[in-house]
């Protein structure tokens, strides 16, 4: 049997793909809209953001 697919949505936020490469134990997600796969997300994406802009993970910044 196949296992289940953990995908996300262009719409889901950087803070809940973030948990869910972590709890989930994956490196990374393929982005779903439409039952089609529309890009991926890893944990290297995330890291680099992060390197490039500290601020880009707080949820309180301007124009989110």
């Known amino acids: ?9 262009p719409q889901t ?4 793909a973030a948990r869910l490469l972590i709890e989930r134990g994956v490196k ?10 529309v890009g991926m997300i890893s ?3 995330l ?8 601020d880009f993970f707080n949820p309180m910044r301007r124009g989110r």
């Open 1 to 9: 049997m196949t296992p289940e697919v953990l995908t996300v949505s």
């Open 13 to 16: 936020d950087v803070a809940t």
């Open 28 to 37: 990374s997600l393929p982005v779903v809209e439409r039952s089609r796969v």
């Open 43 to 45: 944990r290297y994406d």
């Open 47 to 54: 890291i680099s953001r992060l390197g490039e802009d500290p």
